[in-house]
């Protein structure tokens, strides 16, 4: 892990350089895309207690939604991989599958049929190991959905992705995928993080092995992209 770890940050030095990150806002989320990496490398949203609760009444099922589509807010020529290139890639690894992993997950969205619809674009997802997806991201996703925001009340999402030289076929591929939350206990700013290894060596399921300290998180994402306002 550790000399993997090495390996990465010397490849990100060039893909550094060519950040060049737009703002845009949808109804319920935010992101910071790049249009040269053709990714989303900052989501943020609110997971309020209201949302949670909605969710639970009448929570939207992703067969209703079907399929991702293209970002209506985003050029064609900046819109990332499509369902086409993961089937490619899928079919050439059969041992190292890939996902559209969502950078805002599916599941602090469904509540609203406008929520659910615009986290199912494409600029919302980054080709992700789909074990690190299924196991071990997906159980940190839940974590801040049903034991945080119903524990503490609205919760402050940060999630994004590092990219630095990795690709699936010619698709920009995050290394790292991290999360940083923000509530408030007893009166007190909380904050949590994770930085997960978006590689087929994460065998872990365990949120628990990717915890991660604020100021280490800031450090390595400026090392990814040096030009880029940390939001938290």
């Known amino acids: 892990m550790k000399k993997l770890f ?16 737009i703002e845009v806002k949808h109804t319920y989320y935010t992101m910071q895309y790049d249009t040269i990496q053709c990714a989303e490398l900052i989501g943020f949203y609110v997971q309020t207690l209201d949302h949670y609760n909605q969710s639970l009444k009448t929570k939207i099922d992703r067969s209703t939604v079907a399929a991702f589509k293209p970002d209506p807010l985003i050029s064609k020529k900046f819109q ?49 190991v789909s074990f690190f997806n299924e196991h071990q991201w997906e159980q940190v996703e839940m974590y801040v959905l049903k034991t945080i925001c119903p524990q ?63 100021t280490r998180l800031k450090n390595l994402i400026l090392k990814y992209y040096r030009n880029i306002k940390i939001p938290f």
């Open 152 to 214: 503490y009340g609205d919760t402050k999402v940060w999630t994004g992705v590092l990219i630095g030289n990795k690709k699936m076929n010619d698709i920009p591929e995050p290394d790292w995928y991290w999360k940083v939350i923000e509530y408030t206990k007893g009166g007190v700013k909380v904050q949590e993080a994770w930085l997960g290894l978006n590689d087929v060596s994460n065998k872990s399921t365990d949120p628990k092995d990717i915890v991660t300290d604020i």
């Open 6 to 21: 090495t390996l990465i940050l010397i490849s990100v030095c060039l893909m550094a350089s060519a950040q060049h990150t």
């Open 80 to 128: 990332p991989a499509n369902d086409n290139e993961y089937l490619t890639w899928n079919k050439a690894h059969p041992s190292d599958k890939r996902d559209k992993g969502h950078v805002n997950p599916y599941s602090a969205f469904d509540f609203d049929i406008i929520a659910a619809k615009e986290s199912m674009y494409y600029t919302n997802t980054c080709p992700q």
